[in-house]
């Protein structure tokens, strides 16, 4: 089983439909991300979480918010989606206890707001 | 503030052919220097953390090498399976998250 899942892998919607995405991790990481990936522009941070009472925006949070279910669970939502948050999105984890400090990626969500 | 910068945008190698992909930053602080390997259409997979100047790390036919301006990730003799985006990503002392580069798209050819 996948350490870190994203429901659901693909989804279309209309412009200003309320849109959630969901995380799950059981990798046991305290930290977790939500990024987008456009063509030619790279990953970008939208938020993150240090635990279920840290939420902390990134570098383009305007349109969404997010929601700590649960140490295992994020969950990001666009409340009113519009077609410039067209984009692949993805969920990371990572454990600042350990050393190495990477943090390891879903599969991602294609999101597509026509 | 942080940039990191990948070149080439895109390489084409033939099966064997060896060569570098470069990953230029500037950083307040570097506190890691991350490499990632994305196919298409799926996350980044992690390949290696580089900490400090001098560093090198390898894995199979990749090396990875870090300097205090840019690190280079090294292809000996790849393989048509090594084709993917390579991202390159630097973390900050003062910062949390991952500020990550545009990638190198690597197609070996048989």
């Known amino acids: 089983d996948a350490d870190v899942t994203q429901t659901p892998r693909n989804r279309i919607t209309k412009t200003g439909k309320r849109i959630m995405l969901e995380c799950s991790q059981t990798?046991?990481?305290?930290?977790m991300y939500w990024y987008r990936q456009d063509p030619g522009l790279g990953l970008q941070l939208i938020y993150y979480?240090?635990?279920?009472?840290?939420?902390n925006k990134g570098e383009i949070s305007d349109g969404y918010s997010v929601s700590r279910q649960a140490q295992a669970k994020f969950s990001l939502s666009l409340e009113s989606a519009i077609p410039n948050q067209t984009a692949l999105y993805f969920c990371?984890?990572?454990?600042?206890?350990?050393?190495?400090?990477?943090?390891?990626f879903g599969p991602g969500t294609r999101l597509t707001v026509l | 503030e942080d940039q990191v910068t990948q070149s080439p945008e895109a390489l084409r190698l033939q099966e064997g052919e060896s060569s570098s992909l470069n990953c230029s930053y500037t950083?307040?602080?570097?506190?890691?220097l991350f490499w990632y390997r994305q196919d298409p259409g799926k996350g980044p997979e992690f390949l290696f953390t580089?900490?400090?100047a001098g560093e090198e790390k390898e894995k199979e036919r990749l090396k990875a090498t870090l300097t205090k301006k840019e690190s280079f990730l090294h292809i000996t003799a790849p393989k048509p399976e090594d084709s993917a985006t390579y991202l390159c990503?630097?973390?900050?002392?003062?910062?949390?998250?991952?500020?990550f580069g545009k990638g190198t798209s690597l197609l070996v050819t048989p």
């Open positions: 990798k046991g990481h305290d930290r």
């Open positions: 990371a984890t990572s454990d600042e206890g350990q050393l190495s400090n990477e943090q390891f």
């Open positions: 950083v307040s602080g570097l506190r890691g």
């Open positions: 580089l900490y400090s």
């Open positions: 979480s240090f635990d279920v009472k840290d939420i």
């Open positions: 990503a630097v973390r900050s002392n003062s910062g949390y998250a991952l500020n």
